[in-house]
């Protein structure tokens, strides 16, 4: 079953929006999804889907990027 959302791309934060609890709202439990990710850059929404049990694969452009992704998920 494959599950799409999409949002503008603002600041939740600053609409006074928790993005964790916008995201489960938006997606519902990711714990077993496949996801691609294109444009993952340093890889927060990738970490935080990876953290819940969805199977990631993240792409980027950017080289550095990547290498931090893979920095921060250690």
Same mark, same amino acid.
């Given at each position: 079953?494959?599950?799409? $959302?999409? =949002?503008l791309?603002?600041? #939740? &934060?600053?609409? /006074?929006? !928790?993005?964790? &609890?916008?995201?489960?709202q938006?997606? +519902?439990?990711? /714990? /077993?999804? !496949? $996801? #691609? &990710? #294109?444009?993952?850059?340093? /890889?927060?929404?990738?970490? =935080?889907? *990876?953290?819940r +049990?969805?199977?990631?694969? *993240? $792409?980027?452009?950017? &080289?550095?990027?990547?290498?931090?992704?893979?920095?921060? *998920?250690?």
């Open positions: 079953m494959a599950r799409s $959302v999409t =949002w791309n603002h600041d #939740l &934060e600053d609409e /006074g929006i !928790k993005t964790d &609890e916008f995201l489960c938006a997606i +519902g439990d990711p /714990g /077993g999804l !496949k $996801v #691609l &990710e #294109l444009g993952a850059g340093t /890889g927060w929404l990738t970490l =935080w889907l *990876a953290s +049990g969805a199977r990631i694969t *993240a $792409v980027d452009i950017s &080289e550095r990027s990547l290498d931090l992704l893979q920095q921060n *998920a250690a």
